[in-house]
């Protein structure tokens, strides 16, 4: 039995990079050299010192940022009704709760974020053990394209926001680069949250493909055993299928154990977790061969004639079968806890992506009428740059809940392939085994919520855009209101100016009396309509 | 329309025809893995019948029996044992009679009094609107506590009933398992002096703002107003610590389910946890165990659903009535911080009493009950762990588990919605938005106003 | 199925008001059956079909022909007042006239489903639950006399604020009110049918529930019990299950409509309450005062009775899966009566006693809650509508 602990990868490795920004950004205060060297996340008290005084120096920059500019602010305050500018103030601060929270929560976190990994490892060795097969690769590359896409969301509005609509002939306007900052801290943490979860649906789907393969493996041993009493093709190694199909699986296990001591050797290496890879008894046209495939790598350089199937042998595969739900709900448990480890920082994400997706539609609209909006949300005033922040910003909300809804898919499909096994197998032994296993995963449901408020979901998606909407409605129906209201007493009272003047006429000519009335009608019948 | 008309002929334990095993001192005594949850190191001895011992579930939160008991809220229960409560005495009975009677006639003048000029020293308002608000808050109130009053008088039995279900099951558990399910209830006691503490100071304020001299009438219902909220309140922290006390026989239940699953068998045997919590049990007690786990975990089921119905109404009066006050306090507190005049410290003080108080008490709810149900449905994923060879022992898990397909408990106001953990948030939400609209109605009221008065001159 | 079953006055009101109900909806023609005593079976008949469709549309007509002689002095104020209030009135009126052609349209269309809904209900009543004591429907028993005040209440506060705002009395107006109210009979009662259906299901459910904790009782004193009678309860519940999903398609559009319609006229009410209060800043004589207000608790009685039934069967529904529970507690327990009970607390985690109309909602107190959440906010915006017009 090959030794498991150089076969298995751990997922922190992909991570190298990410850790690399993060500690640098004030992310995490985990230590640097650990994490290099052995792939592990442990306490760093001169991590967690770094992190405060990063922290402290944000809000103090963001503090000088609003205050710089916020001269025309303080002027607007007083024409500005009180709710326009408590809303204002709260939604320029939020950002920065938002990137306390994250920070904050990183720190309160330090030492379990280590274990949550470190329980994804034993889960990795269990599904190792089971013959799952996990890659790892993907995670790094989605890793990579993230972090890029990140830095150039964040790159395109601040220089479009600071070419366009900052004033930039005065040396205090380079502070609007803190303006990004919270929001790329922000975003930095989530792609840990999103990447582990990402990770997490891996894990789930490997289950499934291995229930799967099971399922097809038995699909090819019963058309063996029909097709070996139909006579159709002889098992004749000569035969070119057959021979093809065998020197096939000798290339993917030769390719499959080179990989394997590559791994070991290179830092970010691609990370795959194969033990021996499952034989397809497919040609390279997709087209199924009557012959069943063999599902035990040890067997495979002897005998090309043995035609096994797990599902036949059902005391073997109950272990298995077992030990797999196991695995399952132990994934189960690790997303629980992740989901735990991140509910504060989600929380304030949605608040946040709720509340700026409103706030800038709104000052949106108030920019097109010409009202004065706060000095923050200058990028109101371009139309393709609140397109690009409302996409950015929706981007990661939607991205985060989608991931969260297709893992939960993901680990109650479980149940379903398992079903497929027993219904293929057609033996009462196995039924009941599935029974009893599919009633047990049944119970197994990871569900991602935040902070128990409201599910991650597609529904709470439909309920958030249906809020913005009411949101929106309302605030723009009383604008328009106020407006009105406003514009009303404009003209009255430029009647009421020149009512004065005519009067004055009127009293030293005393002619046009008719006019007169007509001015003073017009004014009294708002006060009684 | 009583949900619960199934349970007429439900059986006793008296009328089982074989006792349920017998396994006191056997296990007590060899097996001290069973002995899980003990405060006491005393023998779990048999209690005397005739010995009149205090409670030991209800001795924790005898501060609010006792409170709720004197205001006619609880029957004052004759304990006939150690584990068993009865019916109240003629005596105790005409009491709880007498004081509901004085409770009533109160209301009744004190909605009489709100009708007349009688009230109108009290009742001040700075506009017109907030007038009505505070007659709607008052009626509220006065709606809530006499529906508390009404449904406690009627629940009388029924909250008997579920008291003894909870004495038995203690009994049951202690004779298995030899454990006290004692649990520290202080911060019933700490809620109970924070409610005293809120509606004095409440009352101080009131009297404060009241410009001249004070009738007695109207000291009676200051008084009567305070009596009403302090008692309500009560009512739902007593709701609160029930909830707690059934959170905590499912979590014994759950935890003796946890020995059995394949993460505690998989640990060694000799690795002892010294926290007192469970420890792997042997699988051969598994089907004894699981019998008592089940019985005890449809019986918790009843008992958390009777406590269900005996408090929905009052669940949903005092919910509107929390949320309509917690809406019209943030706008006081909102129109007072930006009013263009003097702010007034005595309406920012009585906005902000009331505010705690009823976020405070909603937290408690919610949380009480967010626990108690999480914990009612956690038994059936725990079961999920439980790996055993033996197929007589993987039928009694499948015989649980087929039961439990999409049986989620819930605990609701009514039907109306479900209370649990986002409970507190839904009505935040709800009251910001209500909020919004209010605030906008009132910077339009606003603006009419100061436009109206340049147009004149 | 309609005779008393007890001797008490409780008994004898039910199933006076069941014939009445029936009675009535002869004569309006909304119920074309004929009622087989031989075969106990109900028949569609054309010529009652015919019958209703001439009843109606009389009717409607008669209420289209006297209509202004319907309105009130206030109801025009308010419209000077508010246009928006008008138009509001203008859409409701013809949607409630449109809702009572549905909704007979709608019955004709799918007689043939109803007759053979209510015969398997009659059918199952016949041979199945006879023979159970009927001492014990309480809730049954409340439920009809309920609606059957409802359906009266009504009819009463009807005819109250249409006499009561109306200046003058004339023949036309008595004409008017009369041929209204004959229209709004008919509407009640053929949603009361529904209503009357799901109520004998929640009947038959209960009875269910009360065999198996018959049966939970006889395993704990120690006795057998057979598995064929566990079964035989699964079929009932199976059949009772199906006639529910039935019964729930047939008269899914019109429930939504009725419902709609009955929410809208509340808003509405109110609406024009505060309008003509407040806005116009009228006085509020005692007239006022009465007639508006128990329109409007007339129309929540009866929403609310609407949605209780509904709720009371679902909860019916979901005890019984906790009964089934109840079967954990007992020790060795015969195979095949385990196999029984697993396969029948199967049956119940996927197959609910549920109510959705149109899939849209299921019908319970949760979702009465948010209408009435809705409904207020919906006033809200009508009120801000007013607000600014100036």
């Known amino acids: 039995m090959p030794s498991s602990e150089p076969e298995v990868q751990p997922l922190l490795q992909q991570f190298q990079q990410l850790f690399f920004i993060s500690k640098i950004a004030g992310i995490l205060p985990q230590d640097l050299e650990k994490f290099r060297s052995r792939n592990v996340l442990e306490k760093s008290r001169s991590g967690m010192v770094y992190m405060m005084v990063t922290l402290v120096v944000y809000v103090m920059f963001y503090n000088l940022l609003i205050y710089s500019f916020g001269e025309e602010d303080r002027s607007l305050k007083a024409t500005q009704s009180t709710l326009t500018f408590v809303i204002g103030l709260f939604l320029t601060y939020i950002g920065l709760i938002m990137m306390g929270t994250d920070q904050l929560t990183a720190l309160r976190n330090q030492g379990k974020l280590g274990e949550l990994y470190e329980r994804i490892r034993l889960a990795d060795e269990r599904l190792f053990k089971e013959k799952c097969v996990l890659d790892n690769s993907c995670i790094g590359r989605r890793i990579r394209i993230m972090l890029i896409m990140t830095v150039l969301f964040e790159l395109s509005i601040l220089v479009a926001t600071y070419i366009k609509l900052v004033d930039y002939t005065q040396w205090m306007s380079v502070l609007w680069v803190m303006s990004a900052v919270p929001t790329f801290i922000n975003t930095l943490d989530k792609i840990w949250f999103a990447v582990s979860l990402y990770a997490l649906k891996e894990r789930f789907e490997a289950i499934n493909a291995t229930l799967e393969e099971l399922v097809m493996t038995h699909e090819k041993f019963k058309i063996w055993l029909r097709g070996e009493s139909d006579n159709t093709t002889s098992l004749d190694s000569s035969q070119p299928p057959q021979y093809d199909s065998n020197l096939e699986y000798l290339y993917k296990e030769l390719g499959g154990l080179d990989l394997g001591s590559m791994g070991k050797g290179s830092v970010a290496g691609s990370g795959k977790n194969k033990v021996a890879p499952v034989a397809h008894s497919m040609n390279s046209f997709g087209e199924s061969i009557e012959t069943a495939s063999d599902k035990f790598p040890r067997n495979q350089m002897s005998s090309n004639l043995v035609y096994e199937s797990e599902l036949a042998n059902v005391s073997k595969v109950e272990e298995k079968l077992n030990n797999l739900c196991q695995v399952h709900d132990e994934i189960c448990e690790i997303g629980k806890a992740m989901n735990e480890l991140w509910s504060y920082p989600i929380l304030s994400l949605m608040a946040y992506g709720f509340l700026i997706f409103t706030a800038q539609l709104y000052f949106l609209y108030c920019a097109t009428q010409t009202q004065p909006i706060p000095s923050l949300f200058r990028s109101a005033k371009n139309p393709l740059i609140t397109v690009i922040v409302l996409s950015y910003t929706s981007g990661k909300c939607v991205y985060l809940i989608y991931l969260s809804w297709k893992t939960s898919l993901a680990s109650k499909r479980t149940g379903i392939t398992l079903h497929k096994c027993g219904v293929v197998a057609d033996d009462n032994l196995l039924y009941e085994i599935v029974n009893h296993l599919s009633l047990k995963l049944l119970n197994h449901s990871v569900d991602f919520s935040a902070c128990g408020f409201f599910t991650l979901d597609m529904e709470t998606l439909y309920g958030v855009s249906g809020g913005i909407t009411s949101y929106l409605i309302i605030l723009i129906q009383f604008n328009l209101a106020a407006q009105q209201a406003k514009e009303a007493i404009q003209t009255f009272s430029s009647l009421n100016d020149t009512a004065g003047l005519v009067g004055s006429v009127t009293e030293m000519d005393n002619g046009s009396s008719t006019l007169h009335d007509l001015v003073s009608t017009t004014m009294l019948t708002p006060t009684t309509g | 329309m009583s949900p619960n008309t199934w349970v007429i002929e439900m059986p006793t334990e008296k009328s089982r025809s074989r006792p349920y095993p017998q396994r006191i001192s056997p296990y007590g005594v060899h097996h001290p893995s069973r002995d899980a949850f003990t405060r006491t190191r005393d023998p779990p001895t048999a209690a005397t019948p005739t010995k009149i011992v205090d409670h030991p579930v209800f001795e924790d939160i005898r501060t609010i029996m006792s409170v709720l008991k004197a205001s006619g809220l609880m029957p004052i229960y004759e304990q006939v044992s150690d584990y068993e409560v009865g019916p109240p005495t003629k005596t105790n009975e005409f009491y709880s009679f007498f004081v509901r009677g004085v409770v009533h006639a109160l209301t009744l003048f004190n909605i009489y009094s709100l009708f007349t000029p009688i009230s109108a020293q009290l009742f001040y308002s700075y506009r017109e609107t907030d007038n009505v608000n505070q007659w709607i808050e008052l009626l509220l109130c006065i709606l809530t506590y006499t529906l508390t009053v009404f449904v406690c008088a009627r629940n009388t039995k029924s909250m008997l009933r579920i008291m003894n279900e909870i004495l038995q099951l203690d009994e049951e558990v202690r004779r298995q398992f030899g454990a006290n399910l004692n649990e520290n209830f202080g911060f019933s006691v700490k809620f109970l002096v924070g409610i005293a503490v809120s509606q004095t100071y409440i009352i101080i304020l009131k009297i404060y703002a009241v410009k001249g001299e004070i009738t007695p009438t109207s000291y009676v219902l200051l008084a009567f107003y305070a009596i009403q909220n302090g008692l309500t309140a009560t009512y739902i922290v007593f709701a609160s610590a029930l909830l707690k006390i059934v959170y905590i026989r499912f979590h014994f239940i759950n935890q003796l389910l946890n020995g059995y699953t394949y993460g505690q068998q998989q640990k060694p045997k000799q690795k002892r946890n010294h926290n007192g919590h469970f420890r792997a049990a042997l699988m051969d007690n598994f089907p004894e165990d699981s019998l008592f786990i089940y019985r005890m975990h449809n019986k918790l089921l009843r008992i958390y659903k009777g406590i269900n119905d005996c408090c929905n109404l009052i669940l949903v009066s005092f919910l509107g009535y929390s949320f309509y006050t917690v809406t019209t306090n943030c706008y006081n507190l909102f129109v007072q911080i930006t009013a263009k005049g003097m702010i007034s410290p005595n309406i920012l003080q009585w906005c902000f009493a009331w505010l705690c108080m009823h976020v405070s008490l909603l937290a408690l709810l919610s949380r009480s009950c967010g626990l108690t149900t999480r914990e009612a449905n956690a038994t059936a994923q725990i079961l999920a762990r439980v790996y055993a060879k033996a197929k007589e022992y993987q039928n009694i898990i499948d015989k649980f588990l087929t039961k439990s397909i999409k049986q989620e408990v819930q605990f609701t106001a009514y039907g109306f919605f479900a209370i649990d953990n986002s409970t507190l948030f839904k009505i935040f939400s709800a009251v910001t938005t209500y909020l919004v609209i209010l605030i906008q109605f009132k910077q339009l009221e606003d603006s009419k106003v100061d436009d109206s008065i340049p147009a004149q001159t | ?390």
């Open chain 3, 1 to 390: 199925m309609f005779r008393p079953s007890g001797s008490g006055l409780r008994q004898k009101l039910v199933s006076l008001t069941l014939k009445a109900a029936l009675l009535g909806s002869w004569i309006l023609g909304i119920f074309p059956f004929t009622f087989d005593s031989w075969t106990r079976k109900l028949h569609r008949s054309k010529w009652l079909m015919i019958y209703g469709v001439l009843v109606n549309a009389g009717l409607v007509a008669l209420i289209l022909c006297n209509d202004t002689e319907a309105e009130s002095q206030e109801r025009m104020e308010v419209f000077r007042r508010n246009p928006l209030a008008e138009q509001i009135n203008g859409v409701h009126d013809i949607l409630s006239l449109m809702m009572v052609s549905f909704m007979l349209f709608r019955a004709y269309w799918k007689s043939g489903d109803i007759e053979r809904i209510l015969n398997e209900q009659m059918d199952l009543n016949h041979r199945h639950f006879r023979h159970y004591p009927l001492e014990e429907w309480c809730s049954f028993d409340k439920f009809v006399l309920y609606k059957g005040l409802s359906i009266v209440l009504e009819l009463a506060s009807m005819l109250l604020l249409e006499l009561g705002m109306s200046p003058n009395y004339n023949r036309q107006l008595f004409l008017g009110v009369t041929s209204l109210c004959l229209v709004l009979l008919g509407v009640l009662l053929g949603v009361s049918h529904f209503h009357f259906a799901v109520v004998y299901v929640y009947r038959y459910v209960w009875t269910v529930n009360r065999e198996l904790l018959r049966l939970v009782n006889e395993l704990a004193a120690g006795r057998t019990v057979e598995a064929s009678r566990v079964d035989y309860l699964l079929s009932l519940y199976n059949r009772l299950l199906d006639i529910n999903g039935r019964l729930v398609k047939v008269y899914d559009y019109q429930m939504v409509w009725v419902m709609v319609n009955f929410l809208s006229a509340n808003i509405m009410s109110i609406y024009f309450f505060i309008i003509f209060v407040i806005s116009l800043k009228k006085e509020i004589d005692v007239k006022l005062l009465t007639i508006i207000p128990q329109t409007l608790i007339v129309n929540v009685f009866d929403f609310s009775l609407s949605i209780a039934v509904c709720d009371l069967a679902e909860r019916t529904g979901k005890q019984t899966s906790t009964i089934l529970k109840l079967f954990n507690d007992i020790e060795n327990l015969d195979e095949k009566v385990a196999r029984s009970i697993s396969d029948f607390s199967l049956f119940c985690s996927h197959r609910r006693l549920r109510f959705s109309h149109c899939g849209l909602f299921f019908v319970n107190y949760e979702m009465g809650f948010r209408m009435t959440i809705t409904s207020f906010m919906y006033l809200l915006f009508l009120i801000q509508f007013d607000f600014w017009n100036l």
